[in-house]
Every structure is written in C-alpha cells, then in structure tokens.
C-alpha cells in the first residue's frame, strides 16, 4: 500500500514530498514466500482459527510470566532514491531470557497438534521478520524464534524453537526485500503516473440538480474521514457523482483504494461505465470487477485442488508473475481479460484476481467482501488491519436484508442427524458428539410449539466445538468424495454457527424454531447489524451510503452505523415534475381483512381503466406472487381487451425467461403491454426501461411483508428498544419495494410516465411522511374518476 504526504502550493496544485510504501509484515511473506497448489482439502480451517483464536492467545500470553512482552509493535523502514518501504507488524511475544531474547508466534489451529512435525514456513517467516527487526533495533548478535501452536478446542500447546545469528536474519531478510522491491517500484511509479493524469481531470458532464451538492458533500465526507448518507431520486447520476469525488479525494491523498460495493450484477456494470468514462478523459486508475469464484471457475465441478482442476496445480509458482503481468499491461481488469490471463498462465482465475486487488486503485464488488464475516477480503480486512479505504456502498437499502442474513446463522437438527449417519460406519467418537448435539437440539425441540426465544446456547456451543474439532481430524482421512461433501458442506455449517456466535450482543436474538415442513432449528438472528457493519466500516477512512430509496434516513442510519455525527444529502430531483402524474386510489386496498373477489376485480379494473387510456407499455406490482395470481385471474376473465397483451412474472424465473419477458417492453409499440410483476422482484429493481418502453406503473398495496415469526421478533425486539416495531419489521421494508417499484417508470430528463399507487393506506400520514419529496403533487382518485386525470396529463404532454 502506497502512501504520500502532501503539500499544497499557493495555486492550490499538489506536491509530493514523500511517497512512503507501507505493508504488514504477514502479508508480505505470505505473498513471496507462498508455493505449490491451491488444496481445499486441507489447511482450509486452520486459516479461519487464526483468524478466531483470540481468546487462546490472550491465555497463553498472560501464562508467560514478567518476562513475556506482548503485542510489541514492530516497524522497519528502509529508504530507498525514491520511496521507501514500511515494514510494520506485531509480535505477539519478545521474551527477556537469561542469554538474549526470543521472538515468540502464536497459532490458533484446530488441527491435533500430534500432526504438526515442524512449523509452518509463512508462520515462520513471518516470526523472523519480527527477529530481525528486533534485533536490529536492538543491536543483537542472535535471535530465538519460538513458534508457539494452540489447539483451539483442547487448548494443548506446542512449540518449536531455533536460534538464529544476526548474520542468518540479515541474508534472509535481505532477499526478501530485494524479491519485493520489484512490487514497490511498481507502486510507485504508478503512483506518480496515476496522481499526474488527474491534475487537470474535471467532472465528465454538465452538473444536473442536485449532483454538484453530491460531489461536494462526497469529497468533504472523504476529506473529514466520516460517513455520509445520500437520498438521491433516479437521475441525478449518484454513481458518477461518488466516483468523480472519491477519485480525487485518492489523488488529494486523503484515501488510498476505492471499494465499490454493490447488491446486483448491472450496478456492477453501471460503475465500471463511469470509470471508463473517467479514464477516457485522460484518468489513469486500475479498477478491477471481482467477480463470484462460481461464475470465474474453468471447470465444470469447483474442486479447487490438484487432483481434479489444472489450474490448482502449481497454481502459487506462478500466480505472481501473471498478476505483475497484467497489471502491467491494463488498466480495466474484469472477468474476461482475468480469465484469458488465468488461461495463459494456468492459475486460478479466482484466487488471481484477489491477489490483483492488493495493486489496484479500485475494485467494484459484491457487499460480501467487505461485510461477510466467512468471505471478507482479509488482505484488507482482518482483526487489526486497517487501510486508507473509501467504501462506496450503491444501491445500500439491500444492505438490510444483506446484513442480518451474513451475521445471523443457523442449525438444523435435520443436518446433525444426517451427519451422524454419514459417520457412524467410520468414527464412533463423532458419532458420539453428534449424538450429543441431537439431544441438546432434541430438548429444545420440546419446548418449541412455534418459536422459543432463548436466552442463551452455551451447553450446544461447547458440543459444537466438540464436533468441530472431530470432524476437522476425520475430514483430514475421509476419502469418500460424495459423502465428504455432504459433511463438508455442514463442517461449514458449524463452523459458521460457532463464529457468529461469538458475534452476538444485544443487537441478536436468539430463538429456536419448528417450520411449517417440520424442520427445526436455532437461529442466531442479528436484528440490527450496525455495530457489526460499523466494524467493517472502520476498517477504512470513509463510507458513503446512496440509494434512491433511502428513506426514511434516520431508519438506515440506525441499522448501518454506530456514529451519531454521520452526514445526509437529499438531492432533489433533476426533472420535471409536469413529466409525472401520481395518482393514489382511495377505494382500494390490500389489507388481508379486504381480499376477495370483489377487492381484487377493483384492482383488475383499475388496471383496465388506467392502462386502455394511452396505448404503451406498463408494468403492475403486487406484494406476492399469490395476490398477483388472484388478480391476474380475474383480470382475464373480466377485464381483457383485443388492443392489450400481457406478460407474467412466475416463480423461480431463469436468466433467459427474464431476457424473454423484458423484451416486450419495446420502444414506439404498436399495442398496449402490461407486465404483471412481483414487489421486490427481479423486475422490481436494477432493469431500465426508459423512454417509452415503460411509460406507467400501477402498484397494489404498500408493500409490507408478510406476517411470519422473524418479522414478530423485529418488531418485539424495536418496541422493547421504545421505537415503532412495526414500522422496523413491515412498514420501512414494504415502503421500499414501493419506491423501488414506482421507480422504473422516469428513468430520463425525456420520458413522461405516470405511478398509480392502489392502496388507501398511502392516504394516511404514516405513509404520506415516507413520500419522497418530488411526490408532494399527488392526486388522490378513484375507480369511478381514475381515467380523467390519466387523460389529462397525457393531453399535456
């Protein structure tokens, strides 16, 4: 990681004085000194339990005696004609002896130390870092290096020491700078080369309402290291309007990396399109696409080792040269040219694309790698790394969902059970612990009619760990390729539960569950995930949430951050609101008490006044696929017409069913279309049909969940808090689909449309607070006098 200081001359350009390269001793050994094949058949765990082993670290420290001086914080800088390289770690231990002093490192493992013959070459390479510069520092002939392994569930301890002379340390340390300098050279010079095309950039396009306050209120937000909240109605261009200013802000040396973090595919590409247009304008920045490990794998099953992929093999004796070679050679690396680069070189396109994230100047990316606690980017990310990191988070109202989903976990009984019954010909000993698990679950079932809010599953933990470190031994012999999937697949299961676990405070509830099917589980449900996601945050010096659904603000405030002196935008609409007419029915609604023939031939109707009025396309919302059928139905029988078609959503619609029903939206149609649709679907976000490809949409009902345990606990959970449990469990989420639905219709400062919403609940002022502000004009109709004001603004326009 590359790093300036700065300082401004009286024209206000940009000086460099010192450019100071920074990385963490671990990840420079683990970088260099890595070889051989990628095998998720072993090791795998272990990585997670030195990431989880905190608690057996602290323990053995405290056991050392007034002799042992913990978390010594290290650093080596060595200069070189233009940069220099920080070299900066933490040892867990430097030991005062009778005869010098010993560097001691410390390893979680869940594996049985009985198989443990020797340490671990990065482990050890990172301890003589830690030797090194120790002894430099401190002028000494010779270092102990003790490398210290912790079994994390029986807590037994082994060690392995050897003594090295200063000599031995400088040679090998001395190679290791010179295996790197060629990396630090790069960063550098790029640097210099990215910092340079920046000077004269301006924003790409002629400001619209509202952009130039996002661009401002984005730079200062990044310029003060705080967090900023942006409410921005469709059209005012949020994505350029926080790239532009974060790109300068890393030129400005405020930050280092963007992250670009998105929920969906086309926002993806939406961002990669706005830097292209920068880098056309003369930027130079290297932006990378991670893209899912599924969706870059070469092979027809993703067994990542030797034995069954190509690229597995030997995949780390040449990872670095074809990462050097393509950051050498392009500045936009997404999944195709990574790909092609994989193949020359026979890597993992998956893993190669990882380590090129460590150079780059962007990465856009799924919220997963910088929030999931099982797939974070842990280069940039891990216990105590903290990076120069601005997060750009789009699209943020999926980040509710997405949050409590990546910090809650669950276990099934079904799974334990089925577990014991794959070992039970093989381990006696797992079977045992398994055996144990299915009681306690068992016990709990029995107390379970529905669901039972429990105050704690310490007794089930302490067997999970049992079973956890069984398996990781059995797993390690087990041979039986299609059965050591299935126990692989709830290994992780466990393992995930056990860490979430240690996650949960007052922000979870934990309860136990009997499901429709019969199934039973405990769940650890994060309810408000916002320390969680503030831990993330943190990791960086900067986080800007937009959405155009971002409302109410003081709501997501709530669930994604912890700091009471964040920032918030709402920028005004950029168009005309003559080019919209919203309309609210008031004698129609979706309320359960109000279903039945009679209201869902009122909404059947209103769609035959409303759509028969002006010939184009139109797409209509319901809150589940069920109501949509009902209405449908009727709408068939009762309300068809010769002049209009029609199209479904259906459950579980592929990739090429939703190309197929997106393409009879046309521009210029010759006759009417309307789109069934689903709130919260797949066509109820991220499509833009804009022009006349969509000129109306008709929403049924507010939008609001429905009723299930977890929404009850939500609820609960915020009217013991003293907030409105109901608008945290169903309003504020059925609001946004409503949003986010009426939000395909006006896509351009050109098209005209118009948003009928059918529910008389959205007359009342609970809702009406919840409108955004360029929806103050709304006209209130009914079924008898829906079609003048339609006639109307079409005649206007």
Request: proline share 3%; aromatic share 12%; hydrophobic share 35%.
């Amino acid at each position: 990681m590359l790093y300036c200081e700065y300082e401004i001359d009286l024209h206000g350009s940009i000086m460099e004085k010192h450019s100071e390269i920074k990385i963490s001793v671990r990840n420079l050994v683990e970088f260099l000194l890595r070889s051989g094949d990628i095998d998720n058949r072993h090791g795998g765990s272990d990585k997670e339990a030195m990431q989880k082993g905190s608690r057996l670290h602290r323990k053995i420290q405290r056991q050392m005696g007034a002799s042992y001086h913990a978390e010594m914080a290290l650093v080596y800088v060595r200069e070189y004609e233009d940069f220099s390289v920080r070299i900066e770690g933490r040892a867990d231990g430097i030991i005062d002896e009778k005869d010098g002093f010993a560097i001691d490192e410390i390893k979680g493992v869940f594996l049985d130390l009985i198989f443990l013959e020797e340490p671990v070459p990065v482990h050890l390479a990172q301890a003589k870092c830690y030797a090194y510069i120790y002894a430099t520092q401190h002028e000494l002939e010779k270092m102990v290096v003790q490398m210290t392994y912790g079994q994390l569930e029986t807590e037994e301890i082994k060690r392995f020491r050897q003594e090295y002379t200063y000599k031995e340390l400088e040679i090998w340390f001395e190679a290791l700078l010179a295996d790197y300098y060629p990396w630090a050279q790069f960063q550098y010079t790029w640097r210099q080369q990215r910092n340079h095309s920046m000077e004269h950039l301006e924003f790409p396009f002629p400001y619209r309402e509202g952009q130039r306050d996002i661009v401002s209120g984005v730079f200062h937000t990044i310029k003060e290291q705080k967090e900023l909240f942006i409410q921005a109605p469709t059209g005012v261009g949020k994505t350029m309007s926080t790239i532009f200013p974060s790109v300068r802000a890393v030129g400005e040396g405020f930050a280092e990396k963007i992250f670009y973090l998105t929920a969906k595919t086309v926002t993806r590409t939406v961002a990669e399109e706005a830097f292209r247009i920068l880098q056309e304008k003369g930027l130079d920045y290297k932006v990378l696409t991670l893209t899912a490990k599924e969706k870059m794998c070469a092979c027809e099953e993703m067994e990542c080792n030797p034995d069954h992929c190509p690229f597995a093999k030997g995949h780390y004796d040449r990872v670095n040269d074809a990462v050097y070679e393509l950051l050498t050679t392009a500045n936009t690396l997404d999944r195709s040219s990574m790909q092609q680069q994989a193949e020359k070189w026979k890597v993992c396109p998956f893993e190669m694309s990882l380590d090129l994230s460590t150079w780059v100047d962007a990465v856009i990316c799924d919220y997963n790698y910088v929030f999931d606690p099982n797939v974070y980017l842990r280069r940039f990310f891990a216990e105590g790394v903290k990076g120069e990191y601005i997060f750009l988070i789009d699209e943020a109202h999926n980040l509710v969902d997405r949050g409590r989903s990546m910090y809650s976990a669950a276990l099934y009984k079904e799974d334990v059970l089925a577990a014991k019954r794959l070992v039970k010909p093989h381990s006696r000993k797992l079977e045992r612990y398994l055996e144990k698990v299915n009681k306690q679950m068992l016990a709990y079932k029995r107390e379970c009619e529905n669901y039972e809010i429990l105050p704690s599953v310490g007794n089930l933990v302490l067997s999970l760990m049992s079973v956890l470190s069984e398996m990781e031994k059995f797993l390690e012999e087990f041979n039986d390729q299609e059965e050591r999937k299935e126990l692989l697949d709830f290994y992780f299961q466990v393992r995930n539960f056990l860490m979430i676990e240690e996650l949960v405070d007052e922000n979870y509830v934990i309860y136990s569950e009997l499901e429709r099917n019969g199934h039973f589980r405990v769940q650890l449900f994060c309810v408000n995930p916002a320390v969680n996601l503030q831990n993330c945050l943190d990791k960086g010096v900067a986080a800007v949430f937009f959405s155009a659904t971002l409302l109410p603000i003081g709501y997501y405030r709530k669930l994604f951050s912890t700091n009471e002196k964040d920032y918030a935008i709402y920028a005004e609409s950029p168009f005309e609101r003559d080019n919209r007419c919203l309309l609210v029915g008031r004698d129609v609604s979706s309320k359960y008490t109000r279903r039945g023939y009679e209201e869902y031939l009122r909404m059947a109707k209103y769609i035959q006044q409303t759509v028969t009025v002006q010939k184009g396309n139109y797409m209509v919302f319901f809150p589940s696929h069920k109501l949509l059928q009902d209405v449908f139905e009727i709408y068939q029988a009762e309300c068809e017409s010769d002049e209009v078609d029609y199209c479904v959503q259906t459950q579980g619609m592929g990739e090429e069913a939703r190309e197929i029903f997106l393409e009879n939206f046309m521009e210029n149609p010759e006759r009417t279309m309307v789109g069934f649709c689903v709130m919260g679907g797949i066509f109820a976000e991220g499509i833009d049909l804009i022009g006349d490809k969509l000129i109306g949409a008709l929403v049924v009902g507010t939008g609001i969940p429905q009723i299930s345990n977890e929404r009850e606990i939500l609820q609960r959970f915020y009217d013991q808090k003293g907030e409105n449990g109901f608008d945290y469990a169903y309003r504020y989420p059925g609001m946004n689909k409503v949003l986010q639905a009426a939000g395909r219709v006006i896509r351009t400062r050109e098209d005209r449309g118009i948003i009928l919403l059918l529910d008389e609940r959205f007359l009342s002022w609970e809702y009406r607070q919840l409108f955004p502000r360029e929806w103050s004009s709304y006209q209130v109709c009914s079924l008898w006098d829906v079609g003048q004001p339609l006639k109307e603004f079409w005649q206007s326009v």
